[in-house]
């Protein structure tokens, strides 16, 4: 059988959480992030590894009904969060009744909040209330966010003020404190009529960036996943672990003879009798085939592992690696993100982010969960 897998890591999610709470105060919540099925991780075995995180964050309601029926099959109750908040005025009636917490970056969501108003000991009397401090993304601007903070006041609710950063993995970005400066300037505003007013600013890079604007909540993720949220750190610097490996196999060797070509396009070819195995994924799976320069990792018949060169171009199910000089047997696993080379490794040879890496695998990959990741063996 294609044994091509995507295998989760639950001790990783709940060490990775550990690691976030250990940078935050005592008093911080922290909302874990599970939109796009947990990043790619899935839900199902991503949320009872968090489940000591204050509440989750979900893009869309089918997100929220989702990560509410996980919670209800553990007897958990735990704050769900539409962090876009509801797209139509039934969407906020179904949401308000389910309890989740609402946030709230436009006119029209505000006039929904006004006209049908949850009950006073529910979560969603708490509005996450969206203020634009610079991404030019969702959010109420500086002429609008104290009006709209203030009619929701009036009408009796508690508002958490929200803001999201947009260079926050790079700290010395200029707009970073643009940003926290107009946010501080708009809650002791709202705070001065609406004084139990909590703030949430922080996602995963703003954590270890700004330890001075975690507020009530940080609204972790990438971070959960053990992928690098700033740009100067390793994940691995950060002591936060891989939660997900990818491993297929190798499905064929072949010694080549000199002047053979390999894959579409004839792109790499043999300088000299040269061995070469052919691994069982593509992207047909969710790996890029924009790789440049990637690796994969390999075991050896006694154990050892290897980083390969993959070599030629990526096809919709296989691609073929370098193995010259090593003794590689069939069926063999291969490692293509997990603890080496690491997702972000990866994703820098993709040009782009281990975030997108982990939402665009296909659901042809088998998914299994298990705890441990690490090699028996360490690399030659
Ligand atoms: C996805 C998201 C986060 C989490 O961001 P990470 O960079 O993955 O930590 C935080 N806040 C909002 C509003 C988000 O949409």
């Known amino acids: ?187 002791a505003c709202i705070r001065s009529f609406a004084p139990d007013t909590l703030a949430s600013l922080c996602n995963s890079a703003g954590i270890f960036n700004f330890k001075h604007q975690h507020h009530d909540w940080v609204r972790a993720g990438i971070a959960l996943y053990g992928s690098k949220p700033i740009t100067d750190q390793s994940a691995k610097a950060l002591n936060l672990m891989p939660a997900m490996t990818l491993s297929a196999q190798v499905m064929a060797i072949h010694t080549l003879a000199a002047g053979d070509s390999i894959g579409y396009s004839a792109l790499w070819a043999a300088q000299k009798p040269h061995q070469i195995a052919v691994v069982s994924i593509g992207y047909g799976d969710g790996y890029p085939r924009v790789v440049m320069g990637a690796k994969v990792s390999v075991t050896d018949t006694s154990g050892n592992r290897h980083l390969c060169d993959i070599i030629g171009r990526v096809a919709m199910d296989m691609f073929m690696i370098d193995i010259d000089g090593l003794d590689i047997a069939i069926n063999t696993p291969v490692v293509l993100w997990g603890d080496s080379p690491t997702i972000d490794e990866v994703a820098m040879c993709a040009g782009t982010i281990g975030y997108e890496l982990m939402c665009r695998l296909t659901t042809r990959p088998k998914r299994c969960i298990m705890d441990t990741y690490l090699p028996k063996k360490e690399f030659k």
Not at 28 to 45: F, R
Not at 89 to 104: M, S, T
Not at 108 to 130: E, G, M, V, Y
């Open 1 to 187: 059988m294609r044994s091509t897998s995507i295998t989760i890591h639950p001790n990783a999610l709940t060490h990775n959480l550990q690691i976030i709470k250990s940078q935050l105060d005592r008093t911080t919540k922290v909302l874990a992030m599970v939109k796009a099925d947990a990043y790619g991780h899935g839900i199902d075995a991503t949320i009872p590894a968090l489940i000591h995180a204050d509440g989750f964050g979900v893009a869309c309601l089918s997100e929220a009904m989702a990560v509410k029926q996980v919670l209800d099959g553990m007897n958990h109750k735990k704050p769900i969060v539409l962090i876009e908040g509801a797209f139509s005025l039934d969407e906020w009636k179904v949401a308000i009744d389910h309890d989740f917490g609402c946030l709230i970056h436009h006119e029209n969501q505000l006039i929904w909040a006004l006209s049908h108003r949850p009950k006073q000991d529910q979560f969603c009397h708490t509005i996450w209330l969206k203020y634009n401090t610079g991404m030019s993304r969702l959010g109420f601007n500086d002429d609008h966010i104290i009006t709209a903070a203030k009619s929701l006041a009036d009408a009796g609710y508690r508002l958490i003020l929200t803001s999201h950063f947009a260079c926050a993995d790079d700290k010395s970005h200029p707009l970073n404190a643009q940003q926290i400066s107009k946010f501080d300037q708009a809650l």
